[in-house]
């Protein structure tokens, strides 16, 4: 009984993400044009710069609501915030305003969760993918930090994306770097997020080489010609199994038991 209440309410959850997938995915390139509009043009009129950040807060707070959502549909809740504890940190955080640029990781984790579920041949469009994506809203959020900073080395978007393949790529020239602390937080995420792609992608080549090497001394799978044809070579031997003549006609078998003369 426990199991099917468990079932049904995961395929509650299931069908809520089903339905939000596509709004949530469009919310989210939404709320990184809003992010990035004014910190790409300086000079913006000031009603477009507050109907941004309105527009970035509501999306943002819708964030909240799916999250709240698919916390509802969990059977055990305990387990389901144990388990999206960094969904719920990314959340949290940004109600401080030096941490306000956090929110575009909750962008980053809706884009990239839709994108989960990929065959292994498309390992690599995945992968640049979420480079891209990383390198794109790093840069907005460096800049946005560093812009107005005393002896900020980062000025631009054109020094901001430098900065950003710079750092994911874990090179590090130091020719440009935050000063800010919000940079930095920004630099630190970059560095571990760098990290983990390197270590995702070696990881996944290594399984990838193991797995070749393993198929090529495994059997090959019986195909369908091959189990006609076995079908068939057992009806032939039952056939002539059965045309063999009766052994003891008379239906009783004669035994000589050992150790019994005669």
Do not use: K
Request: proline fraction near 5%; glycine fraction near 6%; hydrophobic fraction near 55%.
């Amino acid at each position: 009984m426990v199991s099917l209440r468990e079932g049904s309410r995961q395929r509650r959850i299931e069908r809520w993400e089903q339905v939000s997938a596509a709004p949530l995915t469009l919310l989210s390139v939404v709320f990184l044009a809003a992010y990035a509009w004014p910190i790409l043009v300086p000079d913006l009129a000031r009603r477009w710069v507050v109907a941004c950040e309105a527009s970035g807060v509501a999306i943002w707070l819708l964030f909240w609501v799916d999250l709240l959502v698919r916390l509802a549909l969990a059977g055990d809740r305990w387990r389901f915030l144990r388990s999206h504890l960094f969904d719920l940190t990314v959340l949290v955080l940004p109600f401080l305003r030096p941490l306000r640029a956090l929110r575009l990781v909750t962008v980053v984790l809706n884009l990239t969760r839709r994108t989960t579920v990929w065959a292994r041949g498309r390992l690599a469009l995945y992968v640049s993918a979420t480079t891209v994506l990383l390198i794109v809203v790093a840069a907005l959020a460096v800049l946005d930090a560093e812009r107005g900073a005393p002896d900020a080395s980062i000025t631009s978007y054109d020094d901001a994306l430098w900065w950003a393949a710079v750092t994911i790529t874990t090179v590090g020239y130091g020719d440009l770097f935050p000063v800010t602390p919000a940079g930095r937080l920004v630099a630190l995420g970059l560095m571990i997020g760098g990290i983990g792609l390197i270590g995702f992608v070696t990881g996944s080549l290594a399984t990838w080489i193991v797995e070749r090497v393993a198929d090529r001394d495994r059997p090959q799978p019986a195909t369908a010609a091959d189990v006609a044809a076995l079908r068939s070579e057992i009806t032939a031997l039952r056939l002539m199994i059965e045309s063999q003549p009766a052994v003891g006609q008379s239906g009783s078998v004669h035994s000589h038991p050992i150790g019994r003369d005669g």
